[in-house]
Each structure stands twice: as structure tokens, then as C-alpha cells.
């Protein structure tokens, strides 16, 4: 039988690989809980209409790459971003009521039927965060400047972040007739998904890659002009505070994002062109101060990024690999098999990573297995050894042995793994 193959553009994720990616999760939960944010679950089937309503219905996302189905005749899809599941979750456990401001983060897998390429895939993670019930420049800054930090902490290099405001719904619909108005007599040059949205959603043309649009674009009213004096004020203030806070921007006064809901505040960090090609943006995020009131629940103002996980893979500079296990057992015999096990529960009860053989294997193959996973001290255990009560402790590196009690092993072990007796 031919072997069955994953879904294309859905990748398994194995061992060896997942010691970076519990590396990045862990120092996302651990930058984000140090200020105050706390980790929601969300389901990964939520009803289509949610994603409909929040995206927008003339966006990439919903009206191409959702994954959707009926199930009993309900409208279902896998989320293809987390804010929207996050704030139906807000909504419906009535937070607003609990506390004035809500720090969430989420990890998780998103899914978009794209076209699969390096950096894009149609299950992908991202790390997001949404800060709701702030509606002020600081809480951007702030939230921006965490960003970065953990950024710099994982050790991505060459990071670029893009800001821009969108301003309040009166300056997009401002913006939005100032922006058909240039359009419409240039139709005939656009894209032809471009043209096509000309009526419905013109601002997704500026976002769009396509070379016929981007020449049209480039001599487009800009959106800095059309905002209103509280959204300077907003804008000049988020400026400010990214200046005190040290944190490099550029303004990109063409930045808008693939997805409807955002207002005011826009930003994209972008990492290393040569390690992502296309695919270099790593991080969006932005203000959706109406997406709350817009889902049934009240007034608050909120703000959001994701991250994709699998980018900060490939912009993140390498670590070296640290060995899988401490402790390697070594047993010879049937009878000794089985004290092995024993005493291997032992040592992972004193938190020492141990791994032992089970298979029968000739000292000189478990010796070998013990220097592939990178062990530093083998343990090993003979017929003799068990009827005596010690064990033979070896040290991978300095080649030394020493015959100690069983009752001492575990203490003896961790103490010379502490002392870090490794010869170089
Ligand atoms: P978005 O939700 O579209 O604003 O995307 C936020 C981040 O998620 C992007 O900057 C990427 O890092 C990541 N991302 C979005 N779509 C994909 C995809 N299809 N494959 C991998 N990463 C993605």
C-alpha cells in the first residue's frame, strides 16, 4: 500500500525540532507573564460567522482561505487567527464586568488554505497577545516595546518595526473616499481582485502585492493626511513613547494589514530579508478598538499582535543543541534489566534526565547509544553488580570509573554532574 502522506502545507513537528520551538514558547509565557498577561486556550473550531464578522467579509482570509464545513448543518471553520476566538471568549465569560483591563496571551495552531511556501504554510502557530480596556498611546508603546524584548531575547536579529495609524472610523471613511476618488479613474490598472474591491474594501488594495497595484498605489493619498486631530494626538503620543523606551520604528504610511477590524495603531516587525525572503514579516498586530461593541459585547478598546512561530524559527540565530539526556543505565542481563529501571526511576526522581536500555544490547552498542545522546556519566549494572548492591559509575568524558553503593548513586551522580566534571 502506497503510505498515506500529511495534508500539504501541514507539517509534523519532530523531537529534534521541538526543542526550539518549547524554547520560543517558553520565553513567550515567561516575557509575557512578567507583565501581568495571562495565557486563554480558545477552541480551534469556532462558527464561521465569527470569522465573517470580525476579519471582514471582503478580506483574503475569509474569502479564500478559511477552512470551513457544516457539521449538522452548523457554519464551522478553523480559526485562521486567534483574536477573534479570544475576544468571543472575552465577550461571552463577561471579563469586562471582572477587571478593567484584561492581559491575554494565546500559543496555538491557525489554519489558512495558502499557497504553501518557505515561511507559509496552511497550519501555522503563532504567539498573540490582546491588551483589552486601554485605550491610550502608552498601552501601544508598551505593548510594542514587550514585543521587541522578547524578540531580542530569543535572539532575532535585524529587527525592523513598521508603524503606522489607520485612525478612527471617521478618518477611514475619510481616507476611503479620498482613496476611491484617486482610484476610480485608474480601475482599468489595477489587479483584477483589485478592481473587484474598489467599491467594497479599497483600503486591502494598498495591502496588496501585486506589481500592477503597487505602481498604481505609489502616488495614493497618504493616511497620515486624512487623521483627525485625536488620532495625531494618539499617534505623536505612541511616537514618544517608543522613543523614550529606546525602541527603533520606522513610519510606513502605506501599512494597513490584511484584516478589517484594526483602528488607529498598526505595527509589523519585520526580521532578516536573507533568511525569510518574502516571507519576512514576523510579527502584525494593531488597535481594534471596535471589534469588542462589534461582536455583540460592550465598548472597550483593545489592541493585539501575533507572531508566527515557525518565522521566528528561521530568523532566530542558533543556540547550541544542549545533550537530550544526563544519564545513561547500562544493564547486562535480564535480572539486571529490571533493577536498571529501577534505579533509572530514581535518578529522574532527583530530576537527573536518564534514559536506559531495555533491548538487550551488548555493553559496547549501549556505551556507544549512551555518547550519541550526549549523556556524561553511565551507569553500569552486571548480575554481580545487582547481588553486591553497587554500581559501576562511569564518566563518558573524563573516563574514570568508580564503584558506589546503590543507596548513594543518585546523590553521588547529581553532585558529580554539578561539579560539571566534564575535561575539555
Ligand atoms: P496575520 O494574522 O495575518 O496578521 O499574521 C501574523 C503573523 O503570522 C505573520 O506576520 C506571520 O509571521 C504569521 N503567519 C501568517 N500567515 C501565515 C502562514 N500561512 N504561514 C506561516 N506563518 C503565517
Known amino acids: 500500500m502506497q503510505p498515506l502522506r500529511a495534508v500539504k502545507g501541514m507539517n509534523d513537528i519532530l523531537p529534534e525540532e521541538m526543542e526550539r520551538w518549547q524554547r520560543v514558547e517558553r520565553a513567550f509565557a515567561h516575557h509575557l507573564g512578567l507583565c501581568g498577561f495571562g495565557e486563554v486556550r480558545t477552541p480551534y473550531l469556532e462558527p464561521t460567522q465569527l470569522f465573517v464578522r470580525a476579519i471582514g467579509e471582503v478580506t483574503d482570509v475569509v474569502e479564500k482561505e478559511m477552512y470551513s464545513f457544516r457539521h449538522h448543518d452548523e457554519p464551522?471553520?478553523?480559526?485562521?487567527?486567534?483574536?477573534?476566538?479570544?475576544?468571543?471568549?472575552?465577550?461571552?465569560?463577561?471579563?469586562?464586568?471582572?477587571?478593567?483591563?484584561?492581559?491575554?496571551?494565546y500559543m496555538g495552531p491557525m489554519f489558512r488554505a495558502e499557497r504553501p511556501q518557505k515561511g507559509r504554510?496552511?497550519?501555522?502557530y503563532q504567539l498573540g497577545a490582546e491588551i483589552l480596556g486601554d485605550k491610550g498611546p502608552f498601552c501601544d508603546a508598551e505593548l510594542i516595546a514587550t514585543l521587541v524584548d522578547f524578540l531580542r531575547a530569543i535572539r532575532v536579529p535585524d529587527l525592523t518595526v513598521l508603524v503606522n495609524s489607520l485612525g478612527g472610523p471617521d478618518t477611514r471613511d475619510r481616507y476611503r473616499a479620498a482613496l476611491t476618488q484617486y482610484l476610480t479613474p485608474r480601475s482599468g490598472e489595477l489587479s483584477e481582485d483589485s478592481a473587484r474591491r474598489l467599491a467594497h474594501n479599497?483600503?486591502?488594495i494598498l495591502d496588496s502585492k501585486h506589481p500592477k497595484d503597487q505602481a498604481v498605489v505609489s502616488g495614493a493619498p497618504?493616511?497620515?493626511d486624512c487623521l483627525s486631530e485625536d488620532d495625531l494626538r494618539h499617534f505623536e503620543l505612541l511616537k514618544g513613547s517608543l522613543d523614550a523606551l529606546a525602541v527603533p520604528y520606522k513610519v510606513e504610511p502605506r501599512l494597513v494589514r490584511g484584516?478589517?477590524?484594526?483602528?488607529?495603531t498598526l505595527f509589523e516587525i519585520k526580521g532578516a530579508k536573507e533568511r525569510l525572503g518574502a516571507g519576512d514579516t514576523l510579527v502584525g498586530g494593531g488597535r481594534y478598538d471596535g471589534l469588542v461593541r462589534d461582536l455583540g459585547g460592550p465598548d472597550v478598546p483593545a489592541i493585539g499582535f501575533a507572531a508566527g512561530l515557525e518565522r521566528l524559527l528561521i530568523a532566530m540565530d542558533d543556540e547550541p543543541k544542549g545533550p537530550k539526556i544526563e544519564v545513561f543505565v547500562a544493564p547486562l542481563g535480564d535480572q539486571a534489566t529490571a533493577s536498571a529501571i529501577l534505579l533509572s526511576r530514581a535518578l529522574r526522581e532527583a530530576g537527573i534526565r536518564t534514559e536506559t536500555d531495555t533491548r538487550g544490547a551488548s555493553l559496547k552498542s549501549q556505551l556507544r547509544r549512551a555518547n550519541t545522546l550526549g549523556a556524561r556519566v553511565a551507569l553500569v549494572v552486571g548480575e554481580d553488580e545487582v547481588r553486591e548492591g553497587f554500581v559501576q559509575v562511569k564518566d563518558l568524558a573524563g573516563h574514570s570509573q568508580e564503584r558506589v553503593a546503590r543507596s548513594e548513586v543518585a546523590t553521588y551522580v547529581a553532585a558529580h554532574l554539578a561539579k560539571g566534571a566534564v575535561p575539555a
Open 121 to 124: 504554510y496552511r497550519q501555522f
Open 76 to 105: 464551522l471553520t478553523l480559526r485562521p487567527e486567534g483574536t477573534a476566538g479570544a475576544v468571543r471568549a472575552y465577550i461571552e465569560h463577561a471579563v469586562s464586568g471582572k477587571e478593567p483591563v484584561t492581559r491575554w496571551f
Open 259 to 264: 484584516l478589517d477590524y484594526y483602528t488607529r
Open 222 to 224: 497618504t493616511l497620515v
Open 202 to 204: 479599497p483600503l486591502r
